[in-house]
Every structure is written in C-alpha cells, then in structure tokens.
T-cell receptor
Framework: DTGVSQDPRHKITKRGQNVTFRCDPI?????LYWYRQTLGQGPEFLTY????????KSRLLSDRFSAERPKGSFSTLEIQRTEQGDSAMYLC????????????FGQGTRLTVV | QKEVEQDPGPLSVPEGAIVSLNCTYS??????FMWYRQYSRKGPELLMY????GNKEDGRFTAQVDKSSKYISLFIRDSQPSDSATYLC??????????????FGKGTHLIIQP
C-alpha cells in the first residue's frame, strides 16, 4: 500500500485520558500535515512538518496537543487530558516539497471522547 | 465571513445528469485549487488539482477556476450513483498546502438518484 496510512482507525477514550495517533505518509513525501474534521465541516489545518521540523501550528492546536515527526518519516499526534470537544476525525496528509504538488490524505482516525 | 464558502446541500440529481458544484473564496492569495471527494467516515480523496485560473478535464470531471471572480467549479458529467458523496473544495497559497495548510469549504453532500 503506497498511500497515507493512519492508526488506529477508531479510538474511544474516557474524558481526561491521553491518546496518541500515528501517521505514515507516502514514502517519498517530506511534508506531512495534520487536520481535524468535525461532523458537517471541512477539515481544519492543525500543524505541518517539513521533514522532522514542525514549521507551523494553527491556533486550533491547544497546549494539550503535541505532534512529532522524529525521523522525518512517520508522525504522532498526542492529545493530553482529552475533552469531549476533542471528538472528531483526525486526518493526516502528505505532499512533496516541489512546486505544483498535491496533498494526499489518509483514512483518518475517528476519536470519540466519552 | 469564512474564507471559503460552499453550499452544504444536499444536492440531489437523477442519474446521468450533469452536476455543478462550486465554491467562492475571499483570499486573493489562493493560487492552488483542489476538489476532494469524501465518502462517509473515510478520508478525502483527491479528484482534481488546478493551479491558477483556467479549466482542467479528467474523464467525467471538469474543474474551472475564475480568479477574477474568486469562484471555482467542479462539473460531473454522466453522473452515477457511485458519485454520491461529499465534495470538498480546498485551496492554498502554497503548493501542497504549505505553511498554512489547505483551507477547505464545508463540503457539498451530493446524492445521485438511480
């Protein structure tokens, strides 16, 4: 499979627990993005990496959220002390660092906080 | 006013009809325009990618960008029930999304009636 891979596909957690999601981008892509999508809305940008460097973070990314891409390949997104408002689909996308290139999305991780 | 406006629908048309989907935007810095298709509980799938103004055709799909009017369209010819999905427009000032990521519309829910 050469697409963007996300794990797990679904996660149910109790409020206050920490959760971590993983994204494996398309192998030659050096840009990696995290988005959040709630019901009836389009995806909203959270953060982006170029190789291992986190270059931009949206104001949506509160201090309970942290993302890493330690070796410039896979990335993790951790949410600490989850709240019910964190329930959403978390999407990862990747692209090349060249002019005129598309971003490809994974299937997402659906988080439900109960 | 949101940066990208898209009618959420639902839009219901009979099989075989030509479908017209569109978005308007306010940020004149947007240069890259995309259409994604998203089935329920799945990640967005890239359909069309256009740089700057003009038309692009791929099979039954045609994307149009009019930067002077800040208006983009996606046309689907000979629509099929399998085209039933949510269609998201997305745009960016940078290739692949770049530092600010992609800005999405809310998505239009399309239903093709057999």
């Amino acid at each position: 499979d050469t697409g963007v891979s996300q794990d797990p596909r679904h996660k149910i957690t109790k409020r206050g627990q920490n959760v971590t999601f993983r994204c494996d981008p398309i192998s030659e892509h050096n840009r990696l993005y995290w988005y959040r999508q709630t019901l009836g809305q389009g995806p909203e940008f959270l953060t982006y990496f170029q190789n291992e460097a986190q270059l931009e973070k949206s104001r949506l990314l509160s201090d309970r959220f942290s993302a890493e891409r330690p070796k410039g390949s896979f990335s993790t997104l951790e949410i600490q002390r989850t709240e019910q408002g964190d329930s959403a689909m978390y999407l990862c996308a990747s692209s090349l660092v060249t002019v005129n290139t598309e971003a490809f999305f994974g299937q997402g991780t659906r988080l439900t906080v109960v | 006013q949101k940066e990208v406006e898209q009618d959420p629908g639902p839009l219901s048309v009979p099989e075989g009809a030509i479908v017209s989907l569109n978005c308007t935007y306010s940020n004149s810095a947007f240069q890259y325009f995309m259409w994604y298709r998203q089935y329920s509980r799945k990640g967005p799938e890239l359909l069309m990618y256009t740089y700057s103004s003009g038309n692009k055709e791929d099979g039954r799909f045609t994307a149009q960008v009019d930067k002077s009017s800040k208006y983009i369209s996606l046309f689907i010819r000979d629509s099929q029930p399998s085209d039933s999905a949510t269609y998201l427009c997305a745009m960016s000032g940078n290739s692949g999304g770049g530092a600010d990521g992609l800005t999405f519309g809310k998505g239009t829910h399309l239903i093709i009636q057999p």
